[in-house]
C-alpha cells in the first residue's frame, strides 16, 4: 500500500460525534508526547496534517484523517499527562476505552512507546487491556533516532520478547518521524490489516448470503 491523499476530516470531542459512515480506522494510542501525531504526519509525507508540540497534551480531541480517499487514522488523546486535571484524565480514559472496545469499524490500533525507555506502567496496562479485549495492535517504537544504532539490534530483540507472549501484537517496529524508520513496515503491516479485513467483510457477507437463501 501506498499512501497518496490524507485530509484531516473531523475533530471529536465526544463519542457521539464520530462518523457513522463506516469506513475502517487506524487508531494511534500512546502517552501525551510520544510521537503520535508526528507519526501519522511522517507517514503521510505531510508536514503539518496532525497538529504536533513539545508542549504533552496537545491532542485533546480524537482527530479524524482521510487516508486515500478509503480509510481514518486517528489520532487519539494521550495518555499519562500529569498536569491535566484528574477529571478530564478520567473522562478521557473512559471515552478511550469506550471508543476502543466498541467501535466495530476499528481494524488496528498503532501503539507508540518512547523507544529510549523501558514501557511505562500505564503503557503496559494499555497493551494487557487490548490484547485482553482482542485488539489486534502494532508497537511502533518511537523516537529510535535517539537510540546509538549499536544499541538497536539487541534492543529490538529484548523488547520483541516482552510482547511476544501478547497473542494480539502483530509487530514490533522501531519508528523515527526524524529520519524515517520503520515508515515502510508500518504502512505495509496497516496495509495488511485492511486487507484482511476486507476479505474477512467480504466471506461474511457472502455466508449472510447463503444463510438468507
Ligand atoms: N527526535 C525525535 N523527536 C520526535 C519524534 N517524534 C516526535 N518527536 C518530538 O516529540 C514531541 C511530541 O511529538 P507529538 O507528535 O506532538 O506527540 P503526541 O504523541 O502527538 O503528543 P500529544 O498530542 O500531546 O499526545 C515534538 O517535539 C516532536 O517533534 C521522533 O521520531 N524523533
Ligand atoms: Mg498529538
Redesign the pocket.
Known amino acids: 500500500m501506498k499512501i497518496t491523499t490524507a485530509e484531516f476530516a473531523l475533530g471529536a470531542a465526544e463519542l457521539r460525534q464520530l462518523p457513522k459512515d463506516g469506513i475502517r480506522e487506524i487508531a494511534f494510542l ?1 502517552r ?8 501519522i504526519n511522517k507517514l503521510c509525507g505531510r508536514k503539518s496534517l496532525a497538529r ?3 508542549e ?4 485533546r480531541e480524537l482527530n479524524y484523517y482521510l487516508i486515500n480517499k478509503s480509510f481514518y487514522f486517528v ?1 487519539l ?2 495518555y499519562g ?1 500529569a498536569k491535566v486535571p484528574e477529571q478530564i484524565r478520567s473522562s478521557w480514559g473512559k471515552t478511550i476505552e469506550q471508543y476502543l472496545r466498541g467501535r466495530s469499524q476499528l481494524s488496528l490500533v498503532v501503539q ?1 512507546m518512547d523507544a529510549r525507555h523501558e514501557p511505562s506502567e500505564l503503557d503496559l496496562m494499555m497493551v494487557g487491556w487490548l490484547d485482553y479485549f482482542e485488539i489486534p495492535f502494532l508497537i511502533a517504537l ?5 537510540l546509538p544504532a549499536s544499541k538497536m539490534p539487541r534492543y529490538l530483540e529484548a523488547t520483541k520478547q516482552v510482547f511476544a507472549r501478547y497473542a494480539h501484537c502483530t509487530e514490533v517496529v522501531p ?4 529520519t524515517g524508520i520503520g515508515k515502510t513496515d508500518v504502512v505495509r503491516i496497516i496495509g495488511e490489516h485492511l486487507q484482511a479485513d476486507a476479505v474477512a467483510a467480504r466471506t461474511k457477507s457472502k455466508v449472510a448470503k447463503t444463510v438468507r437463501v
Open positions: 500512546g501525551s508526547n510520544v510521537g503520535k501525531s508526528s507519526l504536533t508540540s513539545a504533552p497534551g496537545k491532542t489520532d488523546p494521550g499527562y507508540l518511537t523516537k529510535a533516532d535517539k519508528f523515527s518521524s526524524v
